[in-house]
């Protein structure tokens, strides 16, 4: 009896054995599994819709060397206007680099959540004048909430005076998207999207801080797996946080300059961003006038304007991936001049900080410039800074030094 059980037991651990080595080699097979989202494509035509009916019709020609991305790889349209596009590595949203003189009938992006739907996506453009003189202004903290409609009531009011050919508004959208509710961002959200439908020239966006949503989870409650955490809402609502546009021979790039870990958020152009940029700006020749709009600015004097605190909502430095840097300005700001240098970059604007200032070096042809918040002036020891705007002119690719207009009387 004895010797039987030691032989079943043998017997059992033989085959354990054997079954372990089976898995253990399935798995060492399964390791290099080939990414098939790599072989996923989405297609379709950027064209000159001619009857403005939003449908590529025959007579309606293709427009060719538009840049196509998914905020990973770029691709341009070829003769015809078709572009084939590889997106499994994007963040389900496609758009074009708006081309000079032209524009978009509707969006310049697209959802691309089902890209194995065979209906092609489409950018329908229309031609514009192609002028080398225009004008732009550049707003920013709008901080909006249902208390705050008056102060974008009063930044459509300036921009209705002035005519620009169009908005950028750098970050700081809403109220708050980082320690409140989804219920609450989300309001926030639509409520800017509502007003912003009410300006009659176009506006451009890019985040800031107060656009990343629930990352304060002590606070906001919200998990991590929520579908529309960290910049998920944000790309939502308004699409690519970080895109290109072309307009009167200037090559614009809008940036988004947080990144966040764990609670907290710091002035970053993260990894991904950093290869696009590269993919983006080759695209342009080196003599084409690059501006680049973000929030968290690459340099700024506010910096130095600032108490230093080392903790609390408004510390001056953070750990990033366990190295202590400056949270309110762009931790890599150098890795991106890299990139930029050897184009004809003039100008690089900004937000975050509440008031309008300036940043230049000797030698150094690029221009560091932020304007104030659109929500309300603010103070820092004896200096109060008004609310107010910045209105640009650009004439033949050179940027004029700006006119600041107040907001309030």
């Known amino acids: 009896m004895l010797c039987r059980l030691q032989k079943q037991n043998q017997m059992k651990s033989i085959y354990i054995f054997f079954l372990a080595v089976i898995l253990m080699n399935t798995t060492v097979k399964a390791q290099p599994v080939k990414n098939k989202a790599a072989s996923v494509f989405v297609t379709g035509f950027v064209f000159e819709d ?15 060397s538009v840049a196509v991305s998914d905020q990973v790889n770029i691709v341009l349209s070829n003769d015809e206007g078709y572009y084939k596009l590889p997106v499994g590595d994007g963040y389900g949203i496609v758009y074009i680099s708006m081309p000079d003189g032209y524009e978009t009938m509707d969006s310049f992006w ?13 950018f329908s453009l229309r031609k514009t004048k192609n002028t080398g003189h225009f ?85 906001s409650l919200v998990s991590s797996s929520n579908p529309l955490y960290g910049r998920k809402m944000y790309r939502h609502y308004f699409g690519p946080d970080y895109y ?14 947080l990144d966040f870990e764990d609670l907290w958020y710091y002035g970053r152009i993260d990894s991904t961003q950093i290869e696009w940029l590269k993919k983006d700006i080759a695209t342009v020749s080196p003599a084409t006038p690059v501006i680049t709009f973000q929030h968290v600015p690459f340099y700024s004097g506010g910096l130095s ?7 609390g909502p408004a510390r001056v430095i953070e750990r990033e991936k366990g190295i202590l840097q400056y949270r309110h300005v ?18 690089s ?28 002036p603010s103070n820092e020891g004896v200096f109060n800074m008004p609310s107010g705007v910045t209105l640009y002119t650009v004439h033949e690719g050179k940027v004029d030094e700006g006119r600041f207009i107040f907001l309030d009387k």
């Open 50 to 64: 001619k009857n403005a009916n939003g449908i590529k019709d025959k007579n309606e020609p293709g427009i060719k």
């Open 349 to 376: 604007l900004a937000g975050h900080y509440h008031f309008q200032q300036r940043f230049s070096m000797a030698g150094i042809t690029t221009r560091f410039e932020q304007t104030a918040a659109v929500t309300g």
């Open 110 to 122: 697209r959802p691309t959540n089902d890209v194995n739907d065979p209906i092609p996506v489409n």
């Open 330 to 347: 762009v931790s890599n700001a150098q890795e991106v001049m890299t990139i930029l240098n050897g184009h004809n970059y003039s100008v």
């Open 305 to 311: 304007l600032q108490p230093f605190e080392d903790s």
């Open 244 to 257: 290109s546009f072309n307009y009167g021979g200037v090559h614009f790039v809008g940036l988004n300059s």
């Open 135 to 219: 004008t732009f202004v550049h707003a920013s903290d709008t901080h909006i909430s249902p208390s705050s409609i008056d102060r974008m009531a009063k930044l459509q009011r300036i921009v209705d005076s002035v005519n620009p050919d169009f908005v950028i508004i750098t970050g700081d959208l809403v109220k708050d998207a980082l320690r409140v509710s989804e219920k609450e961002a989300t309001g926030y959200y639509e409520l800017f999207e509502k007003e912003r439908n009410k300006f009659s020239s176009r506006v451009w966006t890019v985040p800031g801080n107060h656009e990343l949503f629930g990352i304060e989870r002590h606070l």
